[in-house]
């Protein structure tokens, strides 16, 4: 069976921190051309992970 694709988020605006629906994602830094190498994160438990690159904060929120 083909796995679903990962859902893409960037950070466009510079926030400190974004909350996502999510906990397995991609983080891209910005759209293009100003994105950052497209890395894989997941939180696993945890409830936030902070980017390695770009340093954003992404934070889960369950969707309503």
């Not at 466009?12 to 910005?30: H, M, N, Q, S």
């Not at 994105?35 to 340093?55: A, K, N, Q, R, W």
Request: glycine share 4%; proline share 8%.
């Amino acid at each position: 069976m083909a796995q679903a694709e990962l859902l893409k988020f960037s950070n466009d605006e510079g926030l400190a921190e974004i909350f996502i629906p999510v906990r397995e994602f991609v983080c891209t830094g910005a759209s293009a051309p100003f994105d950052h190498p497209h890395v894989f994160l997941d939180m696993g438990s945890e409830t936030e992970i902070v980017c390695p690159y770009c340093s954003t904060r992404y934070r889960f929120r369950a969707p309503d």
